[in-house]
T-cell receptor
């Protein structure tokens, strides 16, 4: 198993453009999480999926953001009409279950720069 | 109130020495889990160690140990015999028993190991 992968690793876009990121979780993990990390801060929760169902969304996830996990495997995070404030590292994590001991394993992240 | 507080923005340690990174947490749940992650400059969050609220013994994983003081709500990470490769950002995180869907992260501590 190669762990959580994310694509692309870096994305530079102009304000107003749409961007889409992909996350491939560890294969046997049914839970998938998206976080956003800005400079000097820890990751902040955006949303999570159990299989294909999106079960929770943070208030940080404005209506310009949408996430999907169509077959319960990989997930995509789309940002429409990007703004400079969207510049951040977008991290994906996956886990097997919801027990307290259940560790979230993170991917390398996608660094977004909005010009 | 912040769920996780890390009061040390930056720390320096001599190679081969031990270092303690501080973390305090805030929760009203009786059941919760505490995690430490390492984030090198490459950006990936690497899981280090876990401590459950009901665990009676402090967690240890190789050179990492967790000094868990429940009454003080602190979960400090101790790294023994520091190595140059330990230079990175370190994040403390908590999962609460009642929600369990997201991790709350602190702002991190930047550790620099000096040769």
């Amino acid at each position: 198993d190669t762990g959580v992968s994310q694509d692309p690793r870096h994305k530079i876009t102009k304000r107003g453009q749409n961007v889409t990121f992909r996350c491939d979780p560890i294969s046997e993990h049914n839970r998938l999480y998206w976080y956003r990390q800005t400079l000097g801060q820890g990751p902040e929760f955006l949303t999570y999926f159990q299989n294909e169902a999106q079960l929770e969304k943070s208030r940080l996830l404005s209506d310009r953001f949408s996430a999907e996990r169509p077959k319960g495997s990989f997930s995509t995070l789309e940002i429409q009409r990007t703004e400079q404030g969207d510049s951040a590292m977008y991290l994906c994590a996956s886990s097997q279950g919801l027990a307290l001991t259940d560790t979230q394993y993170f991917g390398p992240g996608t660094r977004l720069t909005v010009l | 109130a912040q769920k996780i507080t890390q009061t040390q923005p930056g720390m320096f340690v001599q190679e081969k020495e031990a270092v303690t990174l501080d973390c305090t947490y805030d929760t009203s749940d009786q059941s919760y889990g505490l995690f430490w992650y390492k984030q090198p400059s490459s950006g990936e969050m690497i899981f280090l160690i876990y401590q459950g609220s009901y665990d009676e013994q402090n967690a240890t994983e190789g050179r990492y140990s967790l000094n868990f003081q429940k009454a003080r709500k602190s979960a400090n990470l101790v790294i023994s015999a520091s190595q140059l490769g330990d230079s990175a950002m370190y994040f403390c995180a908590m999962r609460e028993g009642n929600t369990g869907n997201q991790f709350y992260f602190g702002t991190g501590t930047s550790l620099t190991v000096i040769p």
